[in-house]
């Protein structure tokens, strides 16, 4: 068996990751006593003892990073897109790494056989394989919190190889490509912003939950209004499933955006923080996660595309209340609407919102048609172990709840929805909103790439909360740039969330050439966010909401001391942004 030969491979650390809704693990629940508020303080990766010597790879200069995608290679490989280190996006002295890595991985071999070790300064701190899967379907690796970075600020070598004893022949005839070698910095700790680097976990209960954040945050500042929409979602969420939860929930509100802004399993993930560009409603989101928590208890088989119909039907609205039908209508109106069998067969890689309410509005038809409690036993009856595919397994239960097929039913209620006629508000509401959140998407594979949800690391929050870095779940890029386009996105949603359409496609215009144009601010009105956010920056604040009129801006703002907001005026004088007095 020959021999793996080492290369140069100069890696950029850009990753192409986010979130959605719904993964399953079962971990250790509470009990619901009433307690004070109580810190619960990450503790330390355990250490790891070196089990093989590295390759001898020369290093590579730190890189620059890059948004080109490799070109697939015919084998078994690792390349610069393959590779993100967490936190994100930037490493800090104490801090502990994990390492998530997306190689490509051809047909002919089996993702779990192919081994991954990586070394630090060459030592080696973590082995596994390639056990995960994300929701576009691709096999990854992730190595938890396997590099404690105590005491190591400064430029460290990071060494990967893929399946270092070349056990696999076919489908990995070039060796050359199965390893990559490059410095990354780790930063001094002094350098972190105060309220992170004094970050520690909070836990308050309440009678439905058992509800986390991490100090110095806005969840952490507004906790005590968290804490009742908690209590109301989840109560709302076991009225429209008519089924209470078996336990406390487990809620962890995070200081960062990640896919929608929340994913559930065993517990639930909702993110919270000032500058949303998600723009999802609080309560919509927590009763939606909240359905995937309940729902496990009468359908814990449940396919994808029952179990997010589900939630957003139970929710009232995938982001905001909304009527479901008239929505597929509009759909329909636009003819983007996904024929049910493809739909459920691939859920979560077609356009997000079009999957969501196409799912909805087909579980709203069925409730409303024939009852909850009719769809409750169908829904708990649809699992993969009934047909070889998503649609089949539909198809063969619609016949036995409904005697109906899939083709007959999605007929008859495509007939429904074609007769509701014309309705201009939700035609251009709903083609706003697809607008809107794939130019959300977009911003985030070029510029937030671990938010998005396909390449999404989702990670378990008990096990963050108790072996991790809060870090993981709330640290996230704070450039100008990065500001901009969030506070952009953000001011877009609030103008489609009033209806007025034109000002927020106005906004989309500017943030899709800011995007085509590599990050260039050219037109006026994205150099003028450009410029309020850098005036305010250099004054000491981070702009968390832009409310821009003609020459004036108000500004809510936060410092690197503290979380309060406070508002600030901006004039423009001529060409330039000035702080009122």
């Known amino acids: 068996m020959m021999q793996k030969r080492i290369s140069f491979l100069i890696i950029g650390l850009i990753g192409l990751a986010a979130a959605s809704c719904g993964f399953g693990r079962d971990e250790p629940t509470t009990t619901a006593t009433a307690v004070p508020l109580t810190l619960e303080l990450t503790t330390a990766a355990p250490e790891h003892t070196p089990t093989a010597a590295p390759p001898t790879i020369e290093p590579s200069p730190e890189p620059t990073i890059t948004i080109t995608p490799s070109p697939l290679p015919p084998d078994l490989a690792i390349s610069p897109d393959g590779v993100v280190l967490y936190p994100a996006p930037q490493i800090y002295d104490g801090d502990k790494v994990t390492f998530q890595l997306r190689p490509y991985v051809p047909d002919t071999v089996q993702p779990e056989n192919v081994t991954v070790t990586i070394w630090a300064d060459g030592q080696q701190v973590g082995s596994g394989v390639l056990n995960e899967r994300n929701l576009s379907g691709e096999p990854f690796?992730?190595?938890?919190?396997?590099?404690?970075?105590?005491?190591l600020a400064g430029k460290r070598q990071i060494q990967i190889m893929l399946d270092m004893d070349d056990t696999i022949q076919l489908g990995d005839e070039n060796p050359d490509n199965n390893q990559v070698s490059f410095f990354i910095t780790v930063y001094d700790r002094d350098l972190l912003p105060a309220t992170e680097a004094n970050a520690a976990?909070?836990?308050?209960?309440?009678?439905?939950?058992?509800?986390?954040?991490?100090?110095?945050?806005?969840?952490?500042?507004?906790?005590?209004?968290?804490?009742?929409?908690?209590?109301?979602?989840?109560?709302?969420?076991?009225?429209?499933?008519?089924?209470?939860?078996?336990?406390?929930?487990?809620?962890?509100?995070?200081?960062?955006?990640i896919g929608q802004g929340g994913y559930a399993g065993s517990e639930l993930v909702v993110s919270?923080?000032?500058?949303?560009?998600?723009?999802?409603?609080?309560?919509?989101?927590?009763?939606h996660e909240a359905v995937h928590i309940i729902d496990r208890q009468i359908a814990p088989q449940r396919i994808s595309f029952l179990a997010e119909g589900t939630a957003v039907?139970?929710?009232?609205?995938?982001?905001?209340?909304?009527?479901?039908?008239?929505?597929?209508?509009?759909?329909?109106?636009?003819?983007?609407?996904?024929?049910l069998t493809e739909l459920a067969n691939d859920f979560y890689p077609v356009q997000h919102e079009i999957g969501y309410l196409e799912a909805a509005a087909f579980v709203d038809y069925l409730v409303d048609r024939h009852g909850w409690s009719r769809y409750r036993d169908f829904y708990s009856d649809v699992t993969l172990d009934d047909a070889e595919t998503p649609a089949l397994a539909l198809d063969v239960n619609l016949q036995i709840y409904y005697n109906k097929t899939l083709a007959d039913m999605e007929a008859e209620w495509l007939a429904y929805?074609?007769?509701?006629?014309?309705?201009?508000?939700?035609?251009?509401?709903?083609?706003?909103?697809?607008?809107?959140?794939?130019?959300?998407?977009?911003?985030?594979?070029?510029?937030?790439?671990?938010?998005?949800?396909?390449?999404?690391?989702l990670p378990y929050p008990y096990e963050v909360s108790s072996a991790g870095n809060p870090a993981d779940l709330n640290r996230h890029p704070q450039s100008e740039t990065n500001m901009t386009l969030e506070l952009m996105l953000q001011a877009s949603n609030e103008e489609l969330h009033t209806?007025?359409?034109?000002?927020?496609?106005?906004?989309?215009?500017?943030?899709?050439?800011?995007?085509?144009?590599?990050?260039?601010?050219?037109?006026?009105?994205?150099?003028?966010?450009?410029?309020?956010?850098?005036?305010?920056?250099?004054?000491?604040?981070?702009?968390q909401q832009i409310i821009l009129s003609g020459k004036q801006a108000d500004v809510w703002?936060?410092?690197?001391?503290?979380?309060?907001?406070?508002?600030?005026?901006?004039?423009?004088?001529?060409?330039?942004?000035?702080?009122?007095?």
């Open 499 to 543: 209806g007025n359409y034109d000002r927020a496609n106005v906004i989309l215009d500017s943030v899709s050439r800011v995007l085509d144009n590599g990050g260039l601010f050219q037109d006026p009105l994205a150099l003028s966010y450009k410029n309020i956010v850098h005036v305010t920056a250099v004054s000491g604040y981070q702009p």
């Open 313 to 339: 039907w139970a929710s009232g609205g995938h982001y905001k209340p909304e009527d479901l039908a008239q929505r597929a209508a509009a759909l329909r109106q636009l003819e983007m609407y996904i024929p």
């Open 201 to 257: 976990w909070v836990t308050a209960d309440t009678a439905c939950c058992h509800v986390h954040v991490v100090s110095g945050t806005a969840a952490y500042r507004d906790l005590p209004q968290l804490l009742a929409a908690s209590e109301t979602a989840v109560q709302q969420a076991a009225a429209q499933l008519d089924e209470q939860p078996q336990r406390p929930i487990d809620i962890y509100f995070i200081d960062r955006i």
């Open 272 to 287: 919270y923080l000032d500058r949303d560009y998600a723009g999802i409603s609080l309560q919509q989101v927590l009763i």
């Open 417 to 457: 929805l074609d007769g509701l006629g014309w309705d201009g508000t939700a035609v251009a509401d709903l083609q706003t909103t697809l607008r809107y959140y794939d130019a959300m998407r977009r911003y985030q594979r070029l510029y937030d790439p671990t938010a998005y949800f396909l390449y999404a690391w």
């Open 141 to 151: 690796g992730l190595i938890k919190w396997a590099w404690d970075t105590t005491g």
């Open 557 to 581: 703002a936060t410092n690197s001391q503290t979380n309060v907001l406070i508002q600030l005026n901006l004039l423009l004088r001529g060409q330039e942004w000035i702080l009122a007095d």
